[in-house]
């Protein structure tokens, strides 16, 4: 870009840049969509950009993204079932929340242990968790992690420490909805025939 | 998403969405990543946009975008040689400033003639194109629209519509610097092979 391209734009291209999924290029051309939707786009994702910066912090007690010190989900006596969904990260949350299936409580690791990343314990909000047994009488914790190398040392990890008496489950592993065997990896395959049910 | 959700982060996730390149997953994903990123990047990104909100205007003489009623590129007397470059948007005068070997002025149209989407002549800033011929002394005018039925429509109607005594040119068509013929379409082909030059 010249010197004759305005500053003020070319930090917004900038700054736009930086967000997952868009390049200089993408970048420069969604900041010429928002300067054409001035009023209908830019001004009010400005206004919800600084409102979210303004409001949004982490739930003290889960670690879910929230507006107060305890999220709703935290906050809903409803959901104190005992059941306890250990998830990686806010994104897992929000995914199992869409499918509206799961009725407990969560709690956000962060992260999942990684010796490569220096990722231990301490850095995941394990403490945390293993407080909450305690707390909030949870007699299941349900280990939603990813099927990774760290997902699965993590998992392990989480078992080792918890109390006894607690139980411990994770999620099925199997076909897809709508998936079709052609495409899945072997290790599928594998899963959802040692798993296979009585029809 | 649930109702658990937070109604501010679902308005900027929804907002985010629409810009070009973006969907409702990757403005989720964008989302997560500005809220864990809150001073460093989404802060300075409401920040950056209010600015550009509040500034980014048209030129009112070629209609680039500036923060000023006129454009850095029409008040710099350097720039008034008399080479004036038509131009459809204003994501085609920031290509040809990045290449930075054009010294004269712009006219930004703001699109085509589309009898399809009925866009006439009077939707597009051709009267101010000829207005100008004549108040900045503009004895080159350089068609670089684009190389479609649209563009080159316009280019006809701009034609037929400028004073005599001004130079017309259009921008080459050939082979794109590291092209591979292989991949380059019959159309460009033909072009290239019609343009040839001595060597």
Same mark, same amino acid.
């Given at each position: 870009m010249s010197q004759n391209t305005l500053a003020e734009i070319e930090h917004l291209i900038a700054l736009l840049a930086k967000l997952p999924g868009l390049g200089p290029r993408s970048s420069r051309r969604a900041v010429l969509?928002?300067?054409?939707?001035? #009023?209908?786009?830019?001004?009010?994702?400005? $206004?919800?950009?600084?409102? !979210?910066?303004?409001?949004?912090?982490?739930?003290? $007690?889960?670690? $879910?993204?929230?507006?107060? +010190?305890?999220?709703?989900?935290?906050?809903?006596?409803?959901?104190?079932?005992?059941? *306890?969904?250990?998830?990686? +990260?806010?994104? +897992?949350?929000?995914?199992?929340?869409?499918?509206?299936?799961?009725?407990?409580?969560?709690? %956000? *690791?962060?992260?999942? *242990?990684?010796? *490569? #990343?220096?990722?231990?314990?301490? +850095?995941?909000?394990?403490?945390?968790? !293993? #407080?909450?047994?305690?707390?909030?009488? %949870?007699?299941e914790v349900i280990l939603a992690l990813d099927a990774t190398i760290d997902g699965q040392t993590t998992a392990h990890y989480i078992m080792d420490h918890l109390p006894s008496g607690v139980t411990l489950t994770s999620l099925a592993q199997g076909v897809p909805i709508g998936g079709e065997l052609d495409y899945l990896d072997e290790g599928t395959i594998t899963a959802a025939l040692n798993s296979r049910k009585a029809v």
């Open positions: 969509h928002l300067i054409r939707k001035k #009023d209908l786009l830019l001004t009010p994702l400005a $206004n919800a950009m600084q409102e !979210v910066a303004a409001s949004a912090r982490s739930c003290l $007690n889960c670690g $879910n993204i929230s507006t107060s +010190d305890i999220c709703p989900i935290c906050a809903d006596e409803a959901r104190g079932n005992g059941e *306890l969904c250990v998830v990686e +990260d806010v994104s +897992d949350l929000w995914a199992i929340e869409r499918a509206g299936s799961f009725k407990g409580r969560y709690h %956000v *690791l962060g992260g999942t *242990l990684s010796a *490569l #990343d220096g990722v231990g314990p301490d +850095d995941l909000r394990i403490p945390q968790l !293993v #407080d909450r047994m305690a707390s909030e009488s %949870v007699h």
